[in-house]
């Protein structure tokens, strides 16, 4: 193979409560143990890995009133889990979801830059958002914002970040063994915008990347925009190739007007994936996890949330229900409906079901199944190589569906696939996240022309 092949980017996204996860087969371990994180953190890391992505949830999510059952486990804190996990890897990205709408600039911009330094320069900030006020009764604010207004905010406050991790110039921090060591010229950052106020001296030098890699996942316009301008990684769920290509060229083709080049974005989709002997063997076994994933109280509730209504006397392997939707909004709190339109939805699913016979349990793990790659380890890693040499993803984030294993046997059998293609790293060459993806440093700009003025 070819040097100029493009280079796959993996990440690990740690299966947590998200509904993928299979917490009943025997080898499902503790999703809030610290020996699950480090676990999966350190295969990663094995596997060359960029980064180890977590997700987070700031509610515990209720369907009809009650709590979700993934969501039972707990949800740890993202910084204090990061923090411990800088301590027992060496090259592996840290990635946390943290939310824009009811976290405070400088104490977010205090957190990602002492994760940064304490890991050595690789941090990155999933920035989120919420417009959730059943999420936002957990908050002082006792309320949430507007959608129109929650983007707004969310670029306020990294703007708000970025200038408190500028307000050390260079030169700021001076070490001297005989006179000490001493900070100077570090002044006060005023910020004001539509939702800040702040006058403050920010309390860390520069770190080594000089901002965390900012990720992002929003994939409405606005979302799309808010990426093109400020995020070095998008984390889609575009799990074809041709929506990937699609998505692809309309998120590179946005960067121009920011002054940014292809290069300074990578598109990474979440993606799931099953391995076998053979692709028989590897599909029979993609089929037994979505049972796994998609048990019949999942199906009724998956089908809930579309209707609107309580349907809890249905059969999950009997047909769709015959009595269209309900404006019941309420029903699922905590995370995004499934459906705008309920009843185009309902119609939808209805021809489906009808076309190929499905049941209602049948039905969901259908039109739930997300990207999965299954075969057998050659034919995985050939298919994630087809998706990022033809443009339609730089790379994956890879969603196990067991905790903490379930990346064990992708870093066994898949990786070294990957490597004998030319597309995957033999070593980390690099000892930042932005070194990893292959992303520039923010300052560099400033201090090439900082170069260029002492030279003159």
Known sequence: ???????????????????????????????????????LARTAERGLFDFFFLAEGLRLREHR????????????????????????????????????????????????????????????????????????????RGGYLEHSRRYQRAAEVVEASRALWDSWPDGAL????????????????????????????FVLPPSPQGYPVQLQAG????????????????????????????????????????????EDLKILPAATFVLGDTEADAQERARHIRLQQVGPQTAIAFLEQVWGRDLSTYDPDGPLP???????????????????DPRAVAAAWRAKAEAERLSIRELIIEVTARQQFVGTPAQVAARIDEYVQADAADGFILV????????????????????????????YTGSTLREHLGLRHPYLSRHTVHEGARAS
């Open 219 to 262: 994939d409405s316009d606005e979302g799309r925009e808010f990426g093109a301008a400020t995020a070095d990684a998008i984390f889609t769920g575009h799990g074809t190739l041709e929506a990937g290509r699609e998505f692809y060229a309309d998120m590179k083709g946005r960067l121009a007007k920011y002054g940014r080049g292809p």
């Open 1 to 39: 193979m070819t040097e100029s092949r493009k280079q796959v980017h993996l990440a690990a996204h740690f299966p947590g409560v998200n509904n993928t996860t299979v917490w009943a087969d025997p080898d499902s371990r503790s999703q809030i143990e610290i020996d699950s994180f480090v676990h």
């Open 65 to 140: 009133d009650r709590i979700h059952d993934l969501d039972v486990v707990g949800r740890p804190d993202t910084f204090t889990v990061l923090n411990a996990l800088a301590g027992v890897t060496r090259h592996l990205g840290l990635a946390g979801t943290i939310n824009t709408t009811f976290n405070e600039p400088f104490e977010l911009a205090k957190q990602f830059a002492s994760l940064d330094h304490l890991s050595g320069g690789r941090a990155a900030w999933n920035a989120v958002t919420s417009s959730d006020a059943f999420t936002g009764e957990n908050f002082r």
């Open 322 to 340: 015959e009595v269209e939707p309900a404006d019941n909004v309420e029903i699922t709190r905590g995370r995004v409906r499934h459906a705008k």
């Open 174 to 201: 001076v070490v001297d063994r005989e006179a000490g060591i001493f900070a100077h010229d570090v002044a006060e950052t005023r910020i004001r915008s539509s939702q800040f106020e702040i006058d403050a001296t």
């Open 400 to 427: 196990p569906h067991l905790t903490p294993g379930g990346l064990d046997e992708f870093v066994d059998r898949v990786v070294p696939e990957l490597q004998e293609r030319g597309s995957f790293r033999t070593e």
